[in-house]
Nanobody, 122 residues
Framework: QVQLVESGGGLVQAGGSLRLSCATSGRTFSNYGMGWFRQAPGKERDFVARISQSGAATYYADSVKGRFTISRDNAKNTVYLQMNGLKPEDTAVYYC???????????????WGQGTQVTVSS
């Protein structure tokens, strides 16, 4: 089992920044690809960003490319999502996920955090 706990969400004005963290515990963190997903009210959970086990490879949804940066610190068992240039449409609950594969598909992830709310005001 892998436990994931997100933090860093909050209320920010458009154009502002937030840094989300996802602390993990349990099995070896470096064995897992990590992803960030988000879900706005009344919408499906969408892929945001992913990072490979070593951190060498990353991939982003078009909607966040150039504004968000995913990173990981395998020594701290933590993955991050730096969000700059936030827009009201970024408002959602953000979830981190861990899986054996480096994937953009939520079904490929085995473990999920409880989510953290990000609200961007206009």
């Amino acid at each position: 089992q892998v436990q994931l706990v997100e933090s860093g969400g909050g209320l920010v004005q458009a154009g502002g920044s937030l840094r989300l963290s996802c602390a993990t515990s349990g099995r070896t963190f470096s064995n897992y690809g990590m992803g960030w997903f988000r879900q706005a009210p009344g919408k499906e959970r969408d892929f945001v960003a992913r990072i490979s086990q070593s951190g060498a490879a990353t991939y982003y949804a078009d909607s966040v490319k150039g504004r968000f940066t995913i990173s990981r610190d395998n020594a701290k068992n933590t993955v991050y999502l730096q969000m700059n240039g936030l827009k009201p449409e970024d408002t959602a609950v953000y979830y981190c996920a861990a899986g054996r594969y480096y994937s953009s598909y939520s079904s490929r992830y085995d473990y999920w955090g409880q989510g953290t709310q990000v609200t961007v005001s206009s």
